[in-house]
């Protein structure tokens, strides 16, 4: 494992780059969800996919958004836009690498859309996209003055919105986020991706991973029953199969 510091406009991201040896592979770059992390600890969601791709012979990339985790930076000056910024550094210094042959996108919820506009944004650059339970819905949430069950003026944006579980939200994260292109950006990206969802997911809709499968020319989606928005339940181990073996083919 070697740790990784990127900076992004004066920030320093933590990041870690695991594989199996030095051989130059492709890479997966995983993109965290809202308030969460890059999830390192066992038997988390984003260790066993990163096991999984690694025994599979693809290296893997984590990092925490700004204000999140180990990274620098005020959650409360969080939003989709500077999260997006986050990950293109990441991938910028994730390219200049002679190990890395080719480079691919997983998010999971708020992560998945980041990765999911990114990988529009860099549609000559990136190689697969995997998207896990992706919140495009937040978008809707925030037209319509609702996040993680707090509820403010859509019409009047306050300064911040204290979030459930969360903490302090800047406005401006609500403000980006009613206007976000997100399906139309996303769309330009025309290389094999793949959408998956909990159909028990409370928190996103599975309509999201639809709409994804009918904006982006060569998404597939696939449902899953028993699933919630963290991808826990019954039928986890076959989805985290499937991502992994989407992501290393």
Known sequence: MEELDIVRDGLHL?????????VPRPLV????????NMGAAP?????????????RGVAVCRFDFN????????????????EIEDLIAVLHQMRSRDDVT?????????????????????HDVIGRLALLAP??????????????????????????VDVPDAGKVGGQYFRIAQMLPIYET??????????VHGACDTVVDPSA??????????????????????LNGEGRDQVLDEVARFLTE
């Open 43 to 55: 038997g988390s969601l984003f260790q066993d996919l990163a096991d999984r791709l690694t025994a």
């Open 135 to 160: 919140a495009a819905t937040l978008k809707d949430d925030a037209l319509s003055g609702v996040c993680m069950g707090r509820r403010y003026d859509a019409a009047h944006i306050p300064d911040t």
């Open 102 to 122: 080719e480079i691919r996108l997983l998010g999971h919820s708020q992560g998945g859309v980041v990765a999911a506009m990114t990988a529009g944004l860099y």
């Open 186 to 195: 996303a769309a330009r990206f025309a290389g094999p991706a793949l959408s």
């Open 29 to 36: 770059i995983m993109c965290h969800g809202f308030s969460g």
């Open 209 to 230: 991973s639809r709409r994804f499968g009918e904006a982006l020319p060569n998404c597939a989606v696939s449902m899953y029953p028993g699933l919630d928005h963290g």
């Open 14 to 22: 933590y990041g870690r780059l695991e594989r199996n040896d030095a």
């Open 67 to 82: 204000g999140h985790g180990r990274s620098e930076g005020d959650f409360s000056h969080m939003d989709v836009f500077n």
